[in-house]
């Protein structure tokens, strides 16, 4: 089974504070997401990467940023926390080959700016 | 326009019912479908995905896609309270490796 882990179940933050985010997939896969859920909203696709080292602008980049050095790993970086990124985020993999594969996400971690 | 549309309901169905879920769909370019189901606090879980016109069957649940209507549906048969969550449906092959997803229906089985 895919194991994609992601490092904090709950984080609470101050406004302005630099936050990281972290995910951990095992199975080897090519690609990586991010995704942010918000009530009423759905997920809304952040950044993802298709290799090391490389990054593509989702939906919503504004006031993220997202760093892969190993294949394995993921980060989720909020330069300087605020209150509207309070939400679930939620990391996700897919292996490569055929466009939308699906995806399989962890366990989701709960933010919140104060 | 949203790219990805579903009902958000909450839809009701009463225990062994068949319960219909429906998705429609704005890029003709789509190539593969996705359902999820999330329970409340919980991510999102791959129950199908679909990539031909017609139906595909898996144990109690069904997918059934139509291209030139673009629309999607999951069809749960026997629905059971644990099926009680949100489903969200999904689009890829688009021209990228991310899945756009739709906000999700609530799905409710009354025991």
């Known amino acids: 089974d895919v194991k994609v882990t992601q490092s904090s179940r709950y984080l609470v933050k101050r406004t302005g504070e630099k936050v990281f985010l972290e995910c951990v997939q095992d199975?080897?896969?090519?690609?990586m997401f991010w995704y942010r859920q918000d009530p009423g909203l759905g997920l809304r696709l952040i950044y993802f990467?298709?290799?090391?080292?490389?990054?593509e602008k989702g939906d919503i980049p504004e006031g993220y940023s997202v760093s892969r050095e190993k294949k394995e790993r993921f980060s989720l970086i909020l330069e300087s926390a605020s209150t509207n990124q309070t939400s679930m985020y939620l990391c996700?993999?897919?292996?490569?080959?055929?466009?939308?594969?699906?995806?399989?996400f962890g366990n989701g971690t709960r933010l919140t700016v104060t | 326009q949203k790219e990805v549309e579903q009902n958000s309901g909450p839809l009701s169905v009463p225990e062994g019912a068949i319960a219909s879920l429906n998705c429609t769909y704005s890029?003709?370019?789509?190539?593969?479908f996705f359902w999820y189901r999330q329970y409340s606090g919980k991510s999102p879980e791959l129950i199908m995905f679909?990539?031909?016109?017609g139906d595909k069957e898996d144990g109690r649940f069904t997918a059934q896609l139509n291209k030139a209507s673009q629309y999607v549906s999951l069809l749960i048969r026997d629905s059971q309270p644990s099926d009680s969550a949100t489903y969200l449906c999904?689009?890829?092959?688009?021209?990228?490796?991310?899945?756009?997803f739709g906000s999700g229906t609530r799905l409710q089985v009354q025991p």
């Open positions: 999904a689009q890829g092959g688009t021209g990228r490796r991310a899945l756009t």
């Open positions: 890029d003709r370019g789509s190539q593969s």
């Open positions: 199975m080897d896969h090519e690609n």
């Open positions: 679909i990539y031909s016109n």
């Open positions: 996700a993999s897919s292996p490569t080959g055929t466009w939308g594969s699906p995806l399989h």
């Open positions: 990467s298709y290799d090391v080292k490389m990054k």
